[in-house]
């Protein structure tokens, strides 16, 4: 076939009026695109497959309207579409400018009002639209492979036995015992210290600290995190490094992510431990920068029993079928709910299953908790996310108290449980640290800082001491069990405002050790 034919062909076919099937396409796209650190790929697949079929099937309808005018019909299944996709953004840059403003009552018939006028301009009958579809087709392909080639160029493939930061300190003589130990790393999402708890709530966390001593645990009495946001504190901890020493990109003149969350990742913890033939096994955050995906055994949640996933309720947001979430014939609230307990379920579940399995793990697990959404009262039952936010979604310090406190007790009763069925299915006495990457929101500068600490090390619980932080806790490990030669840090703590990251400026210790 020569150029010439080729060229014929993709004339013609540009000449047919599909756009509104790439159109429909488009939205979903789009916002996973803009979304794609956040949201795994595979959760716009279902959304995807729907904003399709629905694009077709009204192109279907419109064109049997129009008594088969393929073109006409088209363009106008491309107008309604257009209204119908853009509908929820502009409701939400409007609530986001002005929160006070009565927009629900005017917007849709605005709305209405433009699907009037474009029944109008499509009627008239010397317009037949027969030119305009290769251009429209080409507007439309150009939308979508700009959000595919965004989502692409935003994922950083490698092989998951990689390190995502320059100077990860990986050790290459570490020994795996004969009888190595399995280790549980439990990042429990802003976990805050026990006299945080109390000062701050009067909430004495007493009961679950005896639990864990008396199953000889040593439990920090002064620890802190080394930063107070997630990814930096995880960053910190699982390459055993302080940010500022780990790359020359956590500079203050930047906030990018990717190579943070890439970190995160391909940690210099995981490459040891992969390293040493250890099984690495994650669960599933519902934070794709998060999840380490592509360990040997990634542990999801079976099919949300929601019906409905955090991805769908935002793109559900964005559509005029926003609507039926104001009507309260679909409420994407209550589906994060189930969606959060899902997973919380699935992660403690998985305990009995990873505990008995016979080759030698590294089982990293971060659970959304006591971090908001509020999704359980101190029994386990659920409670409606919501409650504890006002109109603008904010948390008011009560209501975080209150759901704070619920979720926090729910999940120590849930982590003493997994504690007794490690223990009770190891053959070897395992490794487990358990760790709030940082304390509770809504705290004063200083205090954000005080985590929990607590961590099972037999027979080398005396290289612990009460003011250790994260960034030396696998150094310790490494140190201890597998012949390592890292030298222990400096305790340090740093904060960083928002929006800037790398800004960091260091916070006292206040224990006095």
Partial sequence: MNLKNIMNIVTNWFSKPWYPIAISAYPVLALLSANIG??????????????????????????LLFSRKTYKAAFFTALVLALFFTFGHVYIAIDTKYPDANYTIWLLPVWGILFVLAVFWVTRPKLTFVSSASTMNTIAIALVVMSLWQTISTVSPQGAHALGAPNAPVQADLVKPENAPDVYFFLLDSYGRADLLYRAYGFDNGGFIHDLEERDFYVASCSQSNYVRTELSLGSSLNMMYLQDLSDTFKPDTTARRLLWNSLKHSAVRYNFESMGYTTINTDTGFEWLNVSDSDLFLSPPPISSGMTEFEGLFLSTTLARYAQDLGLVDPDYFLGVEFRDRFH????????????????????HVISPHPPFVFDPEGNPTYPPDFWNEQRQYPADLYQKGYVNQLQYLNTTMTEAIDTILANSETPPIIIIQGDHGPWLQPKDKRFWNLTAIYFPEHKDVLYPTISPVNIFRLVFNSYFGGNYDILEDVSYFSPVPKLYDFSEVPYPCGY
């Fill in 346 to 365: 699935s992660a403690f579940n998985s305990l009995d299953e990873i505990s008995k399995m016979p080759e030698p793990t590294f089982s990293y697990i």
């Fill in 38 to 63: 956040q949201v795994r790929s595979d959760s716009a697949i279902r959304p995807l497959v729907i904003s399709i079929a629905f694009g077709g099937l009204l192109f279907f309808i419109v064109w």
